[in-house]
């Protein structure tokens, strides 16, 4: 019974009475330690996060911004009777080959994939450098008319314009 009064303050025949709130003391200033150890941890794993994305956004847009292309001319490829085009790199990027490979096409406004070009898109890696396609899309020639087709060729980023080209004649094999 002595036992237990002494556990529940009772009755207490230690003569270090002090010894108790020093204890408490000490936990708690081990605790506040541990919890602001613990919130440091996690704000700078915050942090971290929050400036690798910011870092890869302004990537992106420096990349965005560098890489342009742009269509310089277009004919008929007379092996194939194909509209075939000239792509340059007009930006200061580097396409790389697997971004190349992401090119999308189109042909008055219709999408075309790509994979089935007599010739695709090689070599248009380093700024200023250009490349040759010959498509799958029919060259514009109508009997006794000329004809017309839009081409427009984007990379997976960056800026392009479309090109227009009109044949003069049905017989043309420019525009």
Same mark, same amino acid.
């Given at each position: 019974?002595?036992?237990?009064?002494?556990?529940?303050?009772?009755?207490?025949?230690?003569?270090?009475?002090? *010894?108790?709130?020093? *204890?408490?003391?000490?936990?708690?200033?081990?605790?506040?330690?541990?919890?602001?150890?613990?919130?440091?941890?996690? +704000?700078?794993?915050?942090?971290?996060?929050?400036?690798?994305?910011?870092?890869?956004?302004?990537?992106?847009?420096?990349?965005?911004?560098?890489?342009?292309?742009? +269509?310089?001319?277009?004919?008929?490829?007379?092996?194939?009777?194909?509209?075939?085009?000239? *792509?340059?790199?007009?930006?200061?990027?580097?396409?790389?080959?697997?971004? +190349?490979?992401?090119?999308? %096409? %189109?042909?008055?406004?219709?999408?075309?994939?790509?994979?089935?070009?007599?010739t695709p898109c090689v070599g248009l890696g380093e700024p200023g450098s250009v490349c040759q396609v010959v498509s799958?899309?029919?060259?514009?020639?109508?009997?006794?008319?000329?004809?017309?087709?839009? *081409?427009?060729?984007?990379?997976?980023?960056?800026?392009?314009?479309? %090109?227009?080209?009109?044949?003069?004649?049905?017989?043309?094999?420019?525009c």
């Amino acid at each position: 019974m002595k036992f237990v009064k002494n556990i529940f303050g009772l009755k207490s025949n230690s003569k270090r009475k002090g *010894i108790t709130p020093v *204890i408490a003391i000490v936990l708690l200033l081990m605790m506040t330690v541990a919890a602001a150890g613990m919130a440091y941890v996690w +704000i700078m794993g915050l942090q971290e996060d929050i400036q690798e994305q910011s870092n890869e956004g302004v990537e992106k847009q420096q990349r965005d911004t560098a890489a342009a292309i742009s +269509i310089v001319s277009a004919w008929n490829d007379t092996t194939s009777t194909m509209i075939a085009f000239t *792509i340059k790199n007009t930006g200061t990027y580097t396409f790389s080959a697997d971004e +190349i490979a992401q090119f999308t %096409y %189109y042909f008055n406004g219709v999408y075309n994939d790509g994979t089935a070009f007599g010739t695709p898109c090689v070599g248009l890696g380093e700024p200023g450098s250009v490349c040759q396609v010959v498509s799958d899309e029919g060259f514009p020639a109508t009997p006794g008319r000329a004809g017309q087709v839009n *081409i427009k060729v984007d990379p997976p980023f960056g800026s392009t314009s479309p %090109y227009s080209c009109a044949t003069k004649t049905a017989s043309d094999n420019s525009c």
